[in-house]
């Protein structure tokens, strides 16, 4: 495993990117096959050695924006010419190249003012891309960059409807994207959006493959997770027992408690697995507070 780990450039709040260091060791040391079902935004699998990397997501507007970062693996002067025309064309602030938000606007809004100063361009900039007839995902990248807590979120009727986030384009999108491209140029990947098991069933797996799991948590709150129900849980856990039946070797990423709630369900199943605690102190965007979790890290085989 690397000593050195790079984040994302999805930037998803509560991502493992923080986490790596604790997780990975117990990571199998030799991966033919790393799988992923819910992959969300890479950061696991950026910082995985492996022969080929089999990518799933049950989002597909964030695997095709996927998919639109991995084809410029080899050419990233390609995409910041597309990203920075877009960010230009729509007067968004850009602080990686020059600082342009006006001082009397910082002084009037200290914390916030990148928020005040993008948000009349960053709603025209949406209702563009909401306007067209088939998505341009360099600008969907864009809205995700400058978006509220930079969350990927269409509504029902398919429309990207996050306002506008105190951020910008800085040093920190531009490092994680260098460093995403050239990390890519070396792998062997392959993505999908699909239901897991759907997922998971397409793909033949050997002994010396490895999947990690890191679902939607039952009991924690967050857009990713309003969707899981008891059901899925117990479908899952049921889905692990069976691939445990067939000699495959996975990890599961899950949290046992949070802010008083318990999982009682998980608690009970993982006692046949090795399990480990993972310190896991996540800070909101929204509020900075620390968020107090339990979170482990179960699986099914030894080393």
Do not use: C
């Not at 928020?115 to 007839?133: I, P, Q, R, S, V």
């Amino acid at each position: 495993m690397k000593n050195k780990f790079i984040r994302s450039p999805f930037f998803y709040v509560g991502d493992k990117y923080k986490l790596l260091p604790e997780i990975t060791k117990f990571f199998p040391k030799q991966i033919d096959k790393f799988i992923e079902p819910f992959m969300g935004g890479g950061s696991v699998y950026l910082n995985i050695d492996a022969k080929s990397y089999l990518l799933n997501d049950l989002d597909k507007h964030l695997i095709k924006l996927h998919k639109l970062l991995f084809s410029y693996r080899d050419k990233p002067e390609s995409f910041f010419k597309e990203i920075f025309s877009i960010i230009d064309l729509y007067k968004l602030s850009k602080s990686y190249e020059k600082d342009i938000v006006p001082l009397n606007l910082k002084k009037k809004f200290p914390k916030t003012y990148y928020a005040h100063f993008n948000k009349e361009n960053y709603t025209k900039l949406k209702l563009d891309f909401n306007n067209e007839t088939s998505f341009d995902y360099h600008k969907a990248y864009v809205l995700l960059i400058y978006g509220f807590n930079r969350i990927l979120r269409f509504n029902l009727s398919g429309k990207f409807n996050l306002p506008v986030g105190n951020v910008d384009f800085n040093k920190n999108v531009v490092n994680s994207l260098n460093n995403y491209f050239q990390i890519n140029q070396k792998k062997k990947v392959k993505f999908s959006s699909l239901d897991y098991k759907d997922f998971l069933k397409k793909i033949s797996i050997s002994k010396n493959d490895f999947v990690y799991f890191d679902p939607p948590y039952l009991i924690t709150a967050g857009e990713y997770n309003k969707y899981w129900s008891k059901e899925n849980e117990l479908d899952l856990l049921e889905f692990l027992d069976s691939l445990n039946k067939s000699n495959i070797r996975w990890v599961l990423s899950n949290v046992i408690e949070y802010r008083g709630k318990n999982n009682s369900i998980l608690k009970s199943w993982m006692k046949k697995y090795n399990v480990n605690r993972v310190k896991s102190n996540y800070i909101s965007f929204n509020d900075n507070s620390i968020k107090s979790f339990k979170e482990v890290l179960i699986r099914n085989f030894n080393g």
